[in-house]
């Protein structure tokens, strides 16, 4: 973004932000409670409660006490779209003007940071009105959020095939070389949607990309062909939202999971609601998927825009979904949209371990089910610096008869 342009900024919450973190009495999933040291990024070392907080602390580093917080690995947003989020009150279509794409791009990257996720995957429009305008004030916006969160963009062009197809090719090269860090886009709205995967293919092997495609799977000989095509191409091939697959007939799916997993390729599903119309709601079939072997994450989708109003990105709400509606254990959900959310953007496997990135998520409760159920107080972790803190507290009124000792109340003043 050029100098002229405001930055989004958080107040340094260190006098030496570079002087690292002590994060005393994390609880962990498995009932352990830690003391945890970062710095220069990554975990430096982790010990039993108060073990390093009695240690020689690094010059001007900061203690962090959570006690009370669940200390997680930080989820990741897989799929997003951040040149139409927060546009569904606006009049009309949602604008494409750059300034308008960045400010978007910008606040809602910044809304899902909040939430816990530290790296973002933007899906973003190129060619037709919006030229690279867009995909260009997404990347500003990657610029100008550098060292709170990693925003990245993949180009997604309406048509890749035949005459009309030609400026969305020639559209798409360029967004790879522009910085898009991944190419895609939606073959189930080009005439010829095995062209259309031969072409991002074609271009991903040529700038070394991976690839990640919109479709609803629900044309089982189209995703034979895909999983076909794909099962060669490094660094990965990743679809979704797939809600069609849950559609088909338990083993036509069955046999395109099997395709899937063979090929290595990711599926994303939306638990929170879709990105495109609203003839396309539904879930990709999770647990069929995984039994299959196909690794599976979890996105937000669309963030308030005409596809999803009320959507809100946060990563929490989709693994609660995946658990409470899908079947998933607490473990595997949180994972959906963590370590495989993480895997499915190419970003190293975070543990809280000594040497694995500082990517963390600190969520008030003791355990996990816990979490995801009344996650309302969390402190956000990037690059071993925290970037975001939200803090709930719920008070009530005092009740008309006289309250009995011992009665669980964060807070009891008068309410108005």
Known sequence: ????????????????????????????????????????????????????????????????????????????????????????????????????????????????????????????????????????????????????????????????????????????????????????????????????????????AEHGLPVDLHTDAADPARLSRLAAMAGGLRPGVTIGPCAGLARLPADAASRAADQLAAAGVTVVCLPQGGCGGTDRRGTAPVRLLRAAGVRTAAGSGALRDVSNPVGRGDPLEAAYLLASAHGLGSEDAYDAVSATARAALGLPRVRVEAGFPAELLAVRGDHLPGALSLAYSRIVIHRARVVARTSAVREYCNSAATAEPGLPRQGRGEVP
Do not use: F, W
């Open 1 to 204: 973004m050029p100098d002229s342009q405001p930055q989004p900024h958080l107040p340094s919450n260190s006098p030496n932000p570079s002087a690292g973190l002590l994060l005393c009495g994390a609880r962990l999933t498995d009932g352990r409670t830690v003391d945890v040291r970062l710095g220069g990024g990554r975990i430096e070392a982790v010990g039993t409660a108060g073990s390093l907080a009695q240690g020689p602390a690094r010059a001007g580093a900061q203690r962090v006490d959570l006690t009370g917080y669940l200390l997680l690995p930080a989820p990741a947003e897989p799929h997003a779209h951040g040149d139409t989020a927060l546009s569904a009150e606006g009049p009309g279509p949602a604008s494409c003007a750059p300034e308008d794409v960045r400010r978007r791009a910008t606040e809602a990257t910044l809304l899902q940071l909040g939430h816990g996720a530290t790296a973002v995957r933007a899906h973003v429009r190129v060619g037709d009105v919006q030229g690279l305008g867009a995909l260009n004030a997404v990347l500003q916006a990657r610029r100008a959020l550098r060292g709170l969160a990693e925003l990245t963009a993949v180009a997604m062009p309406r048509l890749l095939t035949g005459m009309a197809g030609a400026d969305g090719l020639a559209m798409l090269r360029d967004a790879a070389k522009m910085g898009a860090a991944a190419v895609g886009g939606c073959p189930d709205l080009d005439p010829d949607p095995t062209g259309y995967v031969e072409a991002v293919l074609e271009v991903a």
